[in-house]
C-alpha cells in the first residue's frame, strides 16, 4: 500500500507550525501597525528610509510593464494595503489573503472607507509622487478600492494555500514580510514558497518582501517567531521553488531605525518568475 501522504500538519514540523498558529491568536493589527507603518520606520523625507525604500522597489518593478494580467494574488497580506499601490493600474482584480481574520477585517474596513481605519494617504502619495503619472492619490486610493474584490482566508503550509477557493492560477504574486514569519525552520519556509508558487501560473512573476536575520517580532501581547533567512536562503528557496531571478535589492536596517519591535537586520525585495513548463 503506497506510505499515506503526510500532510505538513503531522510530525515534527506539524507541531511546529501548531504553535506558529497559536502565537498568531494574540497578534494586534494596531499594534502592528504602530511599530512598522508609523515614524521612524514611515518617514518620507528620505529615500533611505526603509518604507519609501520598499514603495520604490515595487514602483520600480511595475515600471518595467512586464508585470500585468487579470488577477494579483497578495500571500499573507496582513493588516496593510502599501504593498499593493503600485501594482492597482496592472491588474484588473487584486486578491488580499490573511490567515487572521482580524487583518481581513482591517482590510475589509479599510476598502469600505470606515471612519476608523489606518491612514494609507502618505503612503499612496508618495507612490503617486514616485511614479510620476501625474495621478491624484485620491484617484488612486479608489482605484485600488475598487480592485480589492476578495480579501481571503489562506494559510501557507497547506498544500492548496487558499483551499478549494483558488478557481485558476493567478498572473502574479506579491508577499510581503509574510514566509519567514510564520515559518519554525528553514525547510518549513521552503515548502510555504513550494505551495504559494501554486497559486501562480507559469511564466508568472512574484514580487516578495521580506525581513533578513530575523528571529523575533512584536505586535501587541504578541511575540512573534521568525525564521531567520539571508539572501542566499532566499536565492536557495526561490530556485528549489523553479522561479528565475529578475532583480534582488537588500536593505540595511540602519541603527535608527532598530526600534526595538523586532530584530530585522535588513529587507530584502525580489523580482522573480515562475519558469514557464519546458
Ligand atoms: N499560516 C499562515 N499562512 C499565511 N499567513 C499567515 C500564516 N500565519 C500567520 N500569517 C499572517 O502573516 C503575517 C504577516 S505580518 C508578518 C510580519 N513580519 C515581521 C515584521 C514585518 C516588518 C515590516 C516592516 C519592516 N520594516 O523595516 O519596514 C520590518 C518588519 C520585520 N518584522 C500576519 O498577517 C499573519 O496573520
Redesign the pocket.
Known amino acids: 500500500r503506497p506510505a499515506p501522504s503526510r500532510s505538513p500538519s503531522s510530525g515534527a514540523a506539524g507541531a511546529g ?1 501548531a504553535a ?2 497559536e502565537s ?1 491568536q494574540k ?1 494586534n ?1 494596531r499594534a ?1 501597525l504602530q ?3 508609523m515614524p521612524p ?2 518617514d518620507f523625507s528620505s529615500e533611505d528610509c ?2 519609501p525604500w ?1 514603495l520604490r522597489c515595487l514602483a520600480d518593478a511595475f515600471a518595467t510593464g512586464d508585470i500585468y494580467g487579470r488577477t494579483l494574488i497578495d ?6 494595503i502599501y504593498q499593493l499601490l503600485s501594482a492597482c493600474d496592472h491588474f484588473e482584480e487584486i486578491i488580499a ?4 481574520e ?2 481581513r477585517e482591517v482590510l475589509r474596513r479599510w476598502v469600505q472607507d470606515e471612519p476608523d481605519s489606518f491612514d494609507w494617504s502618505p503612503y499612496i502619495k508618495y507612490v503617486c509622487r514616485i511614479e510620476g503619472k501625474g495621478e491624484q492619490w485620491k484617484e488612486k486610493e479608489q482605484k485600488l478600492r475598487g480592485k480589492l474584490r476578495q480579501i481571503l482566508p ?5 498544500p492548496e ?1 487558499l483551499g478549494s477557493q483558488l478557481c485558476q492560477p493567478a498572473d502574479a504574486l506579491v508577499s ?3 514566509l ?3 515559518s519554525p525552520d528553514r525547510p518549513s519556509f521552503e515548502r ?1 514558497l513550494h505551495n504559494v508558487t501554486t497559486l501562480l501560473q507559469p511564466g508568472g512573476h512574484f514580487l516578495l518582501i ?2 533578513l536575520q ?1 528571529t523575533f ?1 512584536l ?1 501587541g501581547e504578541a511575540k ?1 517567531s ?1 525564521v531567520p533567512v539571508s539572501e542566499a536562503d532566499v536565492r536557495e528557496a526561490l530556485s528549489k521553488s523553479g522561479y528565475h531571478i529578475h532583480d534582488f535589492r537588500t ?1 540595511l ?1 540602519p541603527p535608527s ?1 532598530k526600534i526595538g ?2 530584530d ?1 537586520s535588513g ?1 530584502f525585495f525580489v523580482h522573480a518568475q515562475k519558469k514557464a513548463v519546458v
Do not use: W
Open positions: 507550525i506558529v498558529g498568531y497578534f493589527p502592528y511599530n512598522n507603518y520606520r514611515a526603509v518604507v520598499k500571500v499573507g497580506s496582513g493588516p496593510t489573503t490573511d490567515y487572521l482580524v487583518n489562506i494559510d501557507v503550509h497547506q494555500p510581503t514580510f509574510c519567514e514569519a510564520v510555504a521580506g525581513a530575523e517580532y505586535a512573534l521568525v536593505y536596517m531605525l519591535v523586532d530585522v529587507v
